[in-house]
């Protein structure tokens, strides 16, 4: 695992290059690595093994036609488990039909990349789906903490009408 370094501000976003063809996940990690931790995955295996860890990825980038377990067969793993299902995973794939977008997108992508792909894209595509995972994460987190406060003052009141 290839793990380029970390700004002092705040961690750095990592993304999880999943593709069994060397030259494609070099010119994805050449593209990424100066504003994200890289991680790599050649099948389908290593991927899951690799999204479970911590810490985990923010985001996957997952090629479809692998040896073993298809980019499809990931994905719907991914999708299913708890633990990764709020990962977002976007295909970059020379898959280019519609058809295989379709399926992509019905087994939980959050967006499809045909290659031969101009890097300027992947680039602002990945932002994108950081930025909108960010915002979900925090909308989350307000929710459960309002959630944990409301359980506080319903517990708060209800001891106060026993007292009474």
Avoid: W
């Avoid at 295989?100 to 990349?113: H, P, Q, T, W």
Wanted: net charge negative; charged share 25%.
């Amino acid at each position: 695992m290839n793990v380029s370094t970390q700004h002092s501000h705040s961690p750095q976003r990592r993304i999880l290059l999943v593709d069994d063809a060397p030259e494609n996940l070099r010119i994805l990690s050449e593209s990424l690595r100066s504003d994200y931790t890289i991680m790599f995955a050649r099948n389908g295996k290593d991927a899951l093994r690799l999204a479970t860890e911590d810490p985990a990825p923010d985001i996957i980038l997952l090629d479809i036609i692998m040896p073993g377990m298809t980019g499809y067969d990931v994905c719907s793993a991914l999708k299913k488990s708890e633990r990764t299902r709020d990962i977002p995973v976007i295909f970059i794939t020379a898959q280019d039909s519609e058809t295989e977008e379709a399926v992509g997108f019905s087994l939980g992508a959050e967006d499809y990349i045909k290659k031969p792909f101009q890097i300027s894209l992947v680039r602002k595509r990945v932002a994108n789906q950081l930025e909108i995972k960010l915002y979900r994460d925090s909308l989350r987190e307000l929710v459960n903490e309002r959630t944990h406060q409301l359980q506080i003052n319903q517990e708060a009141t209800t001891y106060a009408i026993a007292c009474l």
